[in-house]
């Protein structure tokens, strides 16, 4: 019996044994393959064509947000200061081009007491869907250029919600408009960068008079004039309406952004463009959410160019990103802290000269401002 009972636990240890031996040969192997398999992956990220450029798309997008620094984890702080220098003066070579005028805006008519017209009836804005593999959005179009205004806060200190701006106004929509500083990436927009005009007044002014800036605007024919300018140019064209962002990536027509790998990463974006006829086009794309990764400006380019798009321009977007229609934001914005404070917007109004719009900087020093503080 007690041979047995020894033979059964010799057994039974044998068998604990061979079960250990082979989970530790099971675990041996996975911890290789593993290691093989990161090892094959590095590789490919690294040191392949088609690793490269997804490595580059995905620094791209993370220099478009608060956490620029961490692209130098893909690809070298030498490298991220490269690309940003490069972006930087493609930017700025996209704003220098001459517009040729293309766009025609169609003068109010006029009749004799003997002409009987029925004028054509357009709606002033129409929203649809748009959609690409990696986002979804909202595509505007205002038939009208003169019905949009700039609107800034309401108060001196911090910026402002799209939302409230809206609400406030009476505004039929709103979209986000141009940059501002953010030191804390906080969303304290209360300054802008560059210039703001609003009703043909500048409310905004960090460049001087003769500086230069790189603007997205409207004239007072409702002609969208995007590029780089003097301030002084601005309002010898009859600037009405202006911020300040870039690039211009569509001029008189033709697609300025050559490929995917040339735009600026994937993020939720905001754009600015006119057709032929002079009706503009905003396009609001979702990003960096499950249901929207995000576009980037040649997703954009593209879908402008599809609908007739004479001139196109970048807004704010990333986290900025917003879409205000009767009072209700219809598009989802990515910003962890909710709907940012802005410092600019544009909004639609059926009779813009009565939008009650004040100069919130008037009689302050820009100089002084810290944008850090709320």
């Known amino acids: 019996m007690a041979v047995q009972q020894t033979t059964t636990q010799t057994t039974l240890q044998a068998r604990v044994k061979r079960k250990r031996s082979a989970g530790i040969r099971f675990l041996s192997y996975t911890v290789l393959t593993i290691t093989v398999l990161a090892i ?3 590789s490919w990220f690294f040191l392949t064509a088609s690793g490269s450029s997804l490595r580059f798309m995905m620094a791209d997008t993370i220099i478009t947000t608060q956490h620029r620094d ?10 991220l200061q490269k690309r940003v220098a490069a972006y930087t003066k493609s930017f700025d070579e996209m704003g220098t081009e001459k517009d040729l005028g293309l766009v025609e ?3 109010l008519p006029s009749y004799t007491p003997t002409e009987v017209v029925a004028p054509v009836k357009k709606d002033l804005v129409t929203i649809e869907n748009i959609s690409g593999p990696n986002f979804k959005g909202k595509l505007v179009t205002i038939s009208d250029p003169t019905k949009l205004r700039i609107a800034v806060p309401e108060k001196a200190g911090k910026g402002e919600k799209v939302s409230s701006m809206v609400k406030r106004t009476g505004a039929i929509l709103g979209v986000n408009g141009g940059g501002f500083i953010d030191p804390n990436w906080e969303g304290n927009g209360f300054q802008p960068e560059g210039v703001v005009i609003s009703g043909g007044k500048i409310f905004y002014n960090d460049k001087g008079m003769n500086g230069t800036v790189q603007i997205v605007g409207i004239d007072k024919q409702g002609r ?4 780089k ?3 002084s140019e601005l309002l010898e064209m009859g600037v009405q309406e202006a911020v300040s962002f870039s690039p211009r990536f569509i001029v008189n027509g033709v697609g300025q952004v050559k490929s995917q790998a040339d735009g ?15 009706a503009i086009l905003f396009a609001i ?3 960096r959410q499950t249901h929207s990764i995000g576009a980037t400006l040649y997703d954009v380019q593209e879908i402008f160019l599809a609908h007739g798009a004479i ?17 209700a934001i219809i598009n989802k914005p990515s910003s962890e802290y909710g709907e940012r404070y802005l410092p600019t917007a544009w909004l639609l109004f059926d009779h813009p000269e009565t939008a009650d719009i004040k100069n919130v900087w008037e009689g302050l020093d820009i100089s002084k401002i810290d944008p850090s503080k709320w």
């Open 285 to 287: 794309i979702d990003g």
């Open 311 to 327: 001139t196109a321009a970048n807004l704010d977007g990333g986290a900025s990103t917003v879409l205000v229609h009767n009072n």
């Open 264 to 278: 600026w990463g994937i993020a939720p974006r905001t754009c600015m463009a006119q057709t032929k006829d002079g």
């Open 224 to 227: 969208m004039i995007s590029g």
């Open 70 to 79: 961490w692209a130098k984890y893909l690809i070298g702080t030498s490298e």
């Open 40 to 42: 094959l992956g590095l």
């Open 229 to 231: 300018y003097k301030v």
């Open 105 to 107: 805006i169609a003068p």
